[in-house]
């Protein structure tokens, strides 16, 4: 599975941006794909989760704001983030795990990451 990531870019405190993941190869019936970030000197976090059978997982620091889907007929994963704060600023990346990931808390496949810069 290849992930491609697009959609980051600059922002103004209070704005919005749509990231995207476009997700490549056989994709397993059971499956968590999510959305992270990873801000400069600070290790990777998970902002959002979604499963195979739609429960969505948030980070208190993002519930309300952002909002994850999939278009499961474009094979894309999608992150909506609305009043964006200077403190969301970050290179964000979308994961991929399969069933055998999930069992043996493997890492996934990533996308390549995108920038996302909040500021005024």
């Known amino acids: 599975v290849q992930l491609q990531a697009s959609g980051g870019g600059s922002a103004q405190p209070g704005g919005s941006l749509t990231l995207s993941c476009l997700v490549s190869g056989t994709i397993d019936g059971t499956n968590v794909m999510g959305w992270y970030r990873q801000a400069p000197g600070k290790a990777r976090e998970l902002d959002a989760g979604l499963t195979d059978d739609d429960a969505r997982y948030y980070a208190d620091s993002v519930k309300g704001r952002f909002a994850i889907g999939k278009d499961k007929a474009k094979n894309t994963l999608y992150l909506r983030m609305d009043s964006l704060k200077p403190e969301d600023t970050a290179v964000y990346f979308c994961?991929?795990?399969?069933?055998?990931?999930?069992?043996?808390?493997?890492?996934?496949?990533w996308g390549q990451g995108t920038q996302v810069t909040v500021s005024s």
């Open positions: 994961n991929y795990k399969s069933a055998r990931d999930i069992a043996t808390k493997g890492d996934g496949n």
